[in-house]
């Protein structure tokens, strides 16, 4: 069962840019789809982007389309969250999460496996 640890969060002015990256310690980490999901204060957490194990398709919440950019390396067992445009309401708790499957090429809005979360903060 792979085990996930997130990185790369930190604090930033509106209209700046981050990359999240989330390691995951299993060696079937390319039979895994992963996905990030946020928690803002006081809000419950919400789906925020989806990468399916081929890395061929891609899925995004509306609120983050076009500034969000999901990918995953699978020979480094690693996914990535590059956030552009970053504004306020992207600030919260960012958790990547893992649900394995046999199926190349589709997303999930559910999953499994949870990190514990890297903060992300966006000051106006």
């Known amino acids: 069962q792979a085990q996930l640890v997130e990185s790369g969060g930190g604090w930033v002015q509106a209209g700046g840019s981050l990359r999240l990256s989330c390691a995951a310690s299993?060696?079937?980490?390319?039979?895994?789809?992963m996905g990030w999901f946020r928690r803002a204060p006081r809000k419950e957490r919400e789906f925020v982007a989806a990468i399916s194990v081929s890395g061929d398709y891609s899925d995004y919440a509306d609120s983050v389309k076009g500034r969000f950019t999901i990918s995953r390396d699978n020979a480094k067992n690693t996914v990535y969250l590059q956030m552009d445009s970053l504004n306020p309401e992207d600030t919260g708790v960012y958790y990547c999460?893992?649900?394995?499957?046999?199926?190349?090429?589709?997303?999930?809005?559910?999953?499994?496996?949870w990190g514990q979360g890297t903060q992300v903060t966006v000051s106006s």
């Open positions: 299993d060696r079937a980490f390319s039979n895994y789809g």
């Open positions: 999460a893992a649900k394995f499957t046999l199926i190349r090429d589709s997303v999930f809005r559910e999953y499994e496996l």
